[in-house]
């Protein structure tokens, strides 16, 4: 029996007008999968001002030692040399961090509100488009006392909104086994505040928890020491144990890591130099691609990924994840043609850096769809089939998103 199949169209995966929450954690320790491209793009248009105090002090001590190691080829890093390189001006194609930038750290409350607006105001720093501070032990105090809130995170909001050109990066304090409890509330307060409000997010403590290998542990101090529960006796400490079993220099590398031991600072640079090539991509957090808008005018010319510059019906955020053309109606993105005769799939022109995918469903009225293909994009055409159709009248979709 014949049987015959439609393509009932296109699906842009992803298409919510905002932006969404930045959240770099242990998941963001990979230091290998950040491109060359992505680096230099963060250096470029990056200009940072970081307040902390000691413990703060393990992103950039782990951030100046990742440069002689990655220069060394650890990791199997094979990237030109001082790619990694940071200073305060960004001079010599270095990062632009101003380290020290503000005194104190976000645990010394109004201080560091005052300090954070005396230092954008001065004309000198006009340039900086990213604030980020860290916490020292002060974090666990503020929630038993009730005052995480009103001494941190509203005094972080208002600041978004009294700077909007500049990007806060909220974060969370280091592990306390001597006060579990608190800091363990104090860190989901302050992941719930940022993923329900699509804030930044460095998480300090999370990091902490897990080894390189994806051990997680649930009862740590901050000098890696392991537990059994809060307080009492150590019995052991991830990060010796994981550096004394791994060759220096090739796998980590030492460094300054105040109150810890120098793998620790070792995954912050590594999330730190993830955090940047994230606030890169997407600069002024509208959920569009800061790359994508320039090819095609510029930032200020996208006011949000809900307009739809060229009146298509097709939102500027679709336009993004489609990678179509934003301004001109007459290039949207759309099924080419069918990959098989007997309709099972579809042709489309891809581009690099989007994930295209076939979908099926077998009965329109429930709504039901089941992927059946997914392709990463080649920048030329692209052939979606379903290698194991099911008899029947079928429809079939393509869905077009932008990876993590």
């Not at 001494?151 to 086994?177: K, N, Q, R, S, W």
């Not at 800091?183 to 302050?190: D, L, P, S, T, Y």
């Not at 460095?202 to 809060?230: A, K, L, M, Q, R």
Request: proline content about 4%.
């Amino acid at each position: 029996m014949n049987t015959w199949k439609w393509l009932a169209g296109v699906l842009l995966a992803a298409g919510v007008c905002r932006a969404e929450p930045v959240v770099i954690d242990h998941r963001h320790t990979d230091i290998t999968a950040l491109t060359q491209a992505r680096i230099e793009r963060a250096k470029a248009v990056l200009h940072i001002a970081y307040g902390h105090t000691s413990h703060g002090s393990q992103l950039t001590d782990g951030m100046s030692g990742l440069v002689g190691f990655a220069n060394g080829g650890g990791k199997g890093l094979a990237l030109p040399e001082n790619l990694f390189a940071w200073n305060n001006g960004g001079t010599g194609g270095a990062l632009d961090l101003h380290d020290y930038a503000m005194g104190g750290d976000v645990g010394y409350y109004p201080q560091w509100v005052q300090n954070t607006t005396n230092y954008l105001n001065n004309p000198a720093n006009a340039d900086v488009n990213v604030i980020i501070w860290s916490w020292c032990g002060q974090m666990d105090d503020k929630c038993s006392a009730g005052t995480l809130t009103n001494e941190y995170l509203a005094p972080m909001a208002a600041l978004e909104a009294a700077y909007p050109d500049v990007v806060f990066v909220y974060m969370t304090g280091h592990v306390d086994i001597w006060d579990d409890a608190d800091n363990k509330a104090a860190c989901e307060a302050i992941r719930l505040w940022c993923s329900t409000g699509n804030r930044v997010l460095y998480d300090f403590n999370d990091i902490e928890h897990w080894d390189p290998d994806g051990t997680y542990y649930e009862f740590v101090n901050d000098d890696c020491s392991v537990y059994g529960g809060p307080g009492g006796s150590a019995t052991g400490n991830w990060a010796t144990e994981w550096q004394d079993s791994h060759v220096q220099n090739t796998d980590w590398y030492s460094c300054g890591s105040a109150h810890s031991q120098p793998l620790n600072a070792n995954q912050k640079a590594y999330a730190a130099w993830a955090l940047w090539c994230a606030l890169a991509e997407d600069l002024d957090r509208d959920g569009i691609g800061d790359e994508w808008e320039e090819r095609y005018g510029g930032t200020a010319l996208f006011e949000g990924g809900g307009h739809d510059w060229d009146h298509d019906g097709i939102t500027d955020r679709d336009e993004y994840v489609a990678d179509s053309c934003p301004t001109n109606p007459g290039l949207p993105f759309a099924i080419e043609g069918l990959a098989e005769d007997d309709g099972t799939g579809a042709v489309v022109a891809s581009s690099a850096g989007r994930m295209y995918s076939l979908s099926v469903s077998t009965d329109l009225a429930d709504g039901g769809w089941t992927t059946v293909t997914s392709r990463m994009g080649t920048g030329t055409t692209l052939s979606l089939v379903d290698e194991n159709p099911v008899p029947g009248l079928n429809a079939y979709r393509v869905g077009v998103a932008v990876p993590e």
